[in-house]
């Protein structure tokens, strides 16, 4: 999704640990918060990386869940919402519109022998 590399380099680069979890991207040094592109990985296997605005995912990103699902697509505070793609380990799939961390508006579920539903 972006460069770590290149994201070393930024002056508002750190590495922060939590309780259950460690980030590994830019802050904001006054707030002492994630603030901008980074990465967090918890200790349940779960990660996300993309956009981090005053501390919560907002803006495009990426989220593996500890069982191996996926999302890729729009935050907003903290939860999904906008556009996005939710793809389930037995390849089962949504893309559509969420709202407030739910599927929400127009959407296509695809399962994995082909069968969908559009809505």
């Known amino acids: 999704m972006f460069d770590l590399e290149k994201l070393k380099r930024s002056p508002n680069f750190a590495l922060k640990t939590f309780k259950d979890s460690y980030y590994i991207g830019e802050t904001d040094p006054v707030k002492n918060i994630r603030e901008g592109l980074g990465v967090c990985v918890y200790i349940n296997g779960r990660h996300y990386e993309g956009s981090w605005s005053s501390d919560k995912r907002h803006g495009r990103g990426f989220e593996r869940f500890s069982n191996g699902n996926t ?4 935050y907003e505070n903290g939860k999904v919402c906008g556009k996005g ?3 389930w380990t037995n390849q089962d799939i949504y893309d559509g519109e969420w709202l407030d961390g739910m599927k929400h508006g127009y959407g ?8 969908s539903y559009i809505g």
């Open 71 to 74: 999302f890729i697509g729009e």
């Open 85 to 87: 793609v939710y793809t």
């Open 108 to 115: 296509v579920w695809r399962n994995n022998e082909g069968d």
